[in-house]
Structures are given as C-alpha cells and as structure tokens.
C-alpha cells in the first residue's frame, strides 16, 4: 500500500524576502524568493517598506511556488508559516495570508519559529548532506541572533549561549558601513577578506565570560582604527581594503570558534551545526570544516540557498509539526519576539 505524500506550503516574511517553498514529505520541491532592492539606498531594512513590498509579492511567490512544484492547491496538506521572531508589519502580511488560505482549503494551519527553522533546516531531504542525530550543538548566526544551541530532539532546544549586544551579522555590516562600503555589507566583507591577509591588522577579542558573545566593543574598535589611520592617509581603507576585511573577518571567526570550542567542552556534544544568514560566510564554513579534521568534530553545513531566510526552512519544520499533529488555529499571533 502506497503512503499518501505530505504537502507542506510554506511561507517565510520575517524580515525583507518574501518567500515560498513546496515540500513533498522532507523533500522540496520548490523554493522561491523575493528579494527588495528598494532597501539598499536607506542602508537598512525600512520596516513600513518591507511590509507593503510582501503585500505586493506575496501573491506571485506562492503561484510560482505552486507552478514549479507542479503541485495544486487542492493537493496541500497544510500552510506553515513563520510566526516569529521578526518585523512585525512583514510577519502579518505572511500570517494573514496562511490563515485565509488555510481556511479556504480546510486544511491544518502551522505557525513555526523562524529560529528553530534555521536549526532544522539541516533535516531537509537534500543529496549530499547529511543530517545531524540528536543530540547536537547549533551556532545560529544572523543579522538579528548569535545563539549556541543544545538541540534534543526536534522541539527540545535550549540556548546555553548568545550575544549581549549586536548581532554578528550586525558586526559585519557595521564594519562594512565604516569602510564605506555599500549595504547588504556582510557579503561584500567576505568577498575582501578572501583577498587580504588576516593577520595584517590585530584586533583585540572582547572578554565575555561563558559561551556569550559581544560584538559592540569590536565595532567600535574598528571605527577608532578606521578613523586613526585615514587621518594620517586619507587613501588608507581604499589602499588597504582586501587586508582590512581580512582582519575583522579573521577576529569575528576566532571568537565564534572559541565559544563553539567551550561549548563543545562543556557539553561533550561534538556534533556542530551552523545556520543562520551568516553561516553563507565563507570564512566560516572553511574554518569549520578545518574543525571537523582538527578537533575530531562532527560538522554539518546546510546549502547555501538554505542560510539566509527561505520558505525551504519553515516547510521542514511544518513537516515535522505535521506528523506530531501540532497544528494551530486562527487565533494564533504573529510575535516580534519569540523564545526558542
């Protein structure tokens, strides 16, 4: 007797994408997003403009979904979707599209935590990678979170480290805009960093007791050696550039690396896994698959097109939800922060 296959939409609109995924049990189908350019010129995510940008693309994300997954509506399962945490304007526009669809086609509604989901992303149905067993460490770095994670079972998580103050992935982009470099920042100190020398210019690691992180004391670090250094030649970060990004990238990766060093320590848990936006930073994966060879660790690095925020990543976890029955009704609420 054939099992009949699970068909989870889901949708991703924390943040500024605009995002839809089909997923057939663990496997996807289809995985679309929708990027807003409109934000580059302010140098941030502009919340009021991001939500009317998912008002405008959600409808097409989820048709072109649906259409590359060769799926029809009548053939869904259920709709996941991400509840929190994020902007609240763009997780509305997200949830409010679930609960009407699902209630169309009398179907089960998910609400999923988009932090779990980076976590979970690693037990997507993909060739080539591997999934984690239980138990495992997961470093979830992003724009908004640094969180080291003890991970149990699917929905048994507990946070043993995180950031005080910034973000990481607000570290890269805060450097980047000192080095007058353009936003999305991040992305852009990769590409430099793969260029330069990463011992060229020392900076100091801050003190942070425990398995937390702090980035701000870097940051400022780095605005007081930017602002020394031009004084004395105004072509300094343009001469230097490749070197300087080196450098921030070179520290950033070593104080991720000893709080995942203590972790794995304290834990006995050897098995890492990354998520998150920043996890696509190539100096991080190639220094953790350097791990896996020096430490004996265990390390899983999920696709590339599964860091940043994607639909892919909630349709997992709506598939596990799925097969526990840990549905949702209409009166679930979007949350702009939301405990793990």
């Not at 425990?210 to 105004?234: E, H, R, W």
């Not at 848990?269 to 660790?297: D, F």
């Amino acid at each position: 007797m054939s099992v009949k296959p699970i068909y989870i939409l889901s949708i991703e609109s924390s943040c500024d994408d605009t995002a839809a995924a089909v997923l057939e049990n663990g496997k996807v189908l289809s995985n679309v997003v929708a990027q807003q350019a409109i934000h580059e010129q302010y140098g941030g995510v502009v919340p009021e403009l991001a939500s009317r940008a998912h008002q405008q693309n959600i409808v097409p994300v989820i048709d072109v979904a649906l259409t590359k997954a060769n799926i029809r509506r009548d053939q869904l399962s259920a709709i996941a979707f991400t509840q929190g945490p994020g902007l609240m304007g763009s997780l509305l526009v997200g949830s409010s599209f679930a609960k009407s669809m699902a209630l169309a086609l009398n179907v089960p509604l998910i609400a999923v935590n988009h932090m779990q989901a980076h976590i979970l992303a690693h037990f997507i149905d993909e060739e080539g990678f591997d999934k984690p067993q239980f138990p495992f460490l997961a470093m979830t770095i992003s724009g908004g979170h640094t969180q080291i994670v003890t991970v149990k079972d699917f929905f048994d998580m507990e946070i043993i480290g995180e950031t005080t103050d910034d973000a990481v992935g607000e570290a890269f982009d805060k450097s980047a805009k000192i080095l007058g470099l353009p936003y999305p920042g991040g992305p852009l100190v990769d590409k430099y960093a793969q260029l330069g020398n990463p011992k060229a210019f020392p900076f100091t690691k801050p003190k942070v007791p425990g398995m937390d992180f702090s980035f701000s004391g870097l940051k400022t670090q780095i605005l007081y050696f930017v602002q020394k250094n031009v004084a004395l030649n105004p072509d300094f970060v343009k001469e230097n550039m490749n070197d300087i990004c080196a450098s921030i990238q070179y520290t950033i990766i070593n104080i991720l690396m000893d709080k995942l060093k203590l972790a794995v320590k304290e834990t006995g848990i050897n098995q890492v896994a990354i998520g998150g936006g920043v996890s696509a930073n190539s100096g991080i994966r190639n220094t953790l698959k350097e791990a896996e060879k020096k430490y004996g660790w265990k390390t899983f690095i999920p696709k590339f097109e599964y860091t940043t925020d994607n639909a892919a990543m909630i349709g997992i976890v709506g598939y596990q939800k799925y097969l526990q029955h840990m549905f949702n009704d209409a009166s679930v609420t979007s949350k702009a922060r939301i405990e793990l």
